[in-house]
Nanobody
Framework: QVQLVESGGGLVQPGGSLRLSCVVS????????MNWYRQGPGKERELVAG????????NYADSVKGRFTISRDNGKNTLYLQMNSLNPDDTAVYYC????????????WGQGTQVTVSS
């Protein structure tokens, strides 16, 4: 049974930090590239950050570059997103997504975790 479970969201003040986690099971984590997406109220879902299956390559949306860091621990089957210098525009539901390096059509999504940035 494939599962991706995000955690770490919550309410934070502008300028604050959060670390999101995505724990996966039911597939071979080390053969999947991973991504964080987010969707704010009234907005389209957007790609926030991506990381290769080995962790050797990362990519970021311009809006979060320099503030967010994506990482993974293949030994723990866990994906992370460290978010610093948060602002209200970062308010969204954050989702993790897995993509097989062997078949890009084989993808899995988590249920999402809410991040709210407000004073």
């Amino acid at each position: 049974q494939v599962q991706l479970v995000e955690s770490g969201g919550g309410l934070v003040q502008p300028g604050g930090s959060l670390r999101l986690s995505c724990v996966v099971s039911g597939f071979t984590f080390s053969t999947y590239a991973m991504n964080w997406y987010r969707q704010g109220p009234g907005k389209e879902r957007e790609l926030v950050a991506g990381i290769s299956n080995t962790g050797g390559r990362t990519n970021y949306a311009d809006s979060v570059k320099g503030r967010f860091t994506i990482s993974r621990d293949n030994g723990k089957n866990t994906l992370y997103l460290q978010m610093n210098s948060l602002n209200p525009d970062d308010t969204a539901v954050y989702y993790c997504k897995a993509e097989s390096v062997f078949n890009k059509l084989r993808t899995y999504w988590g249920q999402g975790t809410q991040v709210t940035v407000s004073s």
